[in-house]
């Protein structure tokens, strides 16, 4: 069987963002393929703490798994769920393939001339997360990795690094689908971004500092329809979707649809060319209180226990593998 795999930080709650643009679509996806393939879901908790830490990540990683069972994940034998710091191969195997990557191969990643901006006071971790995040994916023989458009170049480091091990030792690693299947296995060239809305230029983000420009989803439901009934559009007087020249329109068009699970051009069709703005923002925003008290309500009947008896398991499963692909690479380094 082939295996989807895919990891989301935990250094926060999540907003309505994160969820529509990663975790539900990833449980769709689950849901609709996890009788035919290997569907592995991690809590990444080593790539967490890249970033300073306030404390609560365990319990914004208990809360990560939760939400994904409220949203509907449906869990088999295929689908597995692990914390990424209990596979301990995860931490030896990303010291060997950093023995592979090459310095100029990270510094050309997008993400660490944003975050690290090139400063030597930059830590280590931002650096080479490129290389843990392509262990991830290899241990597990990953072929799809759901991530958006930003995230592209990590998965072609990762295909480079499997390529070059596989030339030098044999086939030990599965290579990863170009970005381009990987683009097309998930109906998309390009990740879903949830504006901010009192901001639409930007994505929504906890780190906000007005609070009515994000929907976290622990929101009450009364008060996210008063954000969205004030959220940021434009003075052109008609509808129509532009997420370039008309961000702020766009983006509830954008959450209308994927709240209700509808393709997008027939929720623009429904509504270009309507001039009463107030009407969208009243159905946006009956629609995600409506999606967000219903999640709730699932989300408040889900116990830890319930939630570490999943991960136990999916542990036991990912370190038997883990182990395996582990010892394959060690041997072909001659350290076994």
């Excluded at 795999?5 to 709650?13: A, C, K, P, Q, Y």
């Excluded at 759901?146 to 030792?169: C, K, M, S, W």
Aim: with cysteine.
């Amino acid at each position: 069987m082939k295996t989807i795999l895919t990891g989301i930080r935990v250094n926060s709650e999540l907003t309505l963002g994160n969820f529509l643009g990663a975790l539900l679509p990833m449980t769709r996806l689950a849901n609709k393929y996890s009788d035919e393939y290997n569907i592995n879901i991690f809590v990444a908790d080593l790539h967490t703490i890249i970033a300073e830490q306030d404390g609560g990540l365990q319990h914004n990683l208990l809360m990560l798994i939760k939400m994904y069972l409220a949203a509907g994940l449906k869990v088999n034998d295929n689908v597995h769920i692990y914390r990424q710091s209990y596979v301990p191969a995860t931490s030896e195997m990303t010291w060997i393939l950093n023995c592979v990557a090459t310095m100029g191969e990270l510094g050309r990643m997008i993400q660490y001339k944003e975050k690290g901006r090139g400063e030597d006071s930059c830590n280590v971790g931002i650096f080479d997360y490129p290389v843990l995040m392509a262990t991830d994916i290899l241990l597990f023989d990953g072929n799809y990795i759901p991530v958006g458009q930003d995230q592209f170049q990590h998965i072609e480091l990762t295909r480079d690094i499997a390529i070059r091990v596989n030339h030098r030792y044999g086939e030990i690693f599965t290579v990863p689908e170009k970005t381009s299947e990987q683009a097309k296995f998930m109906g998309s060239n390009d990740g879903i971004r949830i504006r901010d809305l009192v901001n639409p230029e930007k994505k929504m983000s906890k780190s906000a500092k007005a609070e009515n420009s994000k929907i976290m989803m622990t929101d009450d439901p009364e008060k996210v329809a008063k954000k969205i009934m004030s959220a940021t559009t434009d003075s052109l007087g008609e509808i129509d979707f532009d997420l370039k020249k008309r961000p702020g329109i766009s983006n509830l068009l954008q959450i209308e649809a994927l709240v209700n699970d509808r393709p997008l051009d027939e929720v623009v069709a429904e509504w270009k060319g309507k001039s009463n703005y107030g009407d969208l923002k009243k159905k946006v925003a009956e629609s995600v209180s409506t999606m967000l008290a219903d999640f709730q309500a699932r989300l408040a009947k889900i116990t830890d226990e319930e939630v570490y008896e999943l991960m136990e398991t999916g542990e036991k499963y990912a370190n038997k593998l883990a182990n395996a692909k582990l010892l394959k690479l060690q041997k072909a380094f001659e350290l076994r």
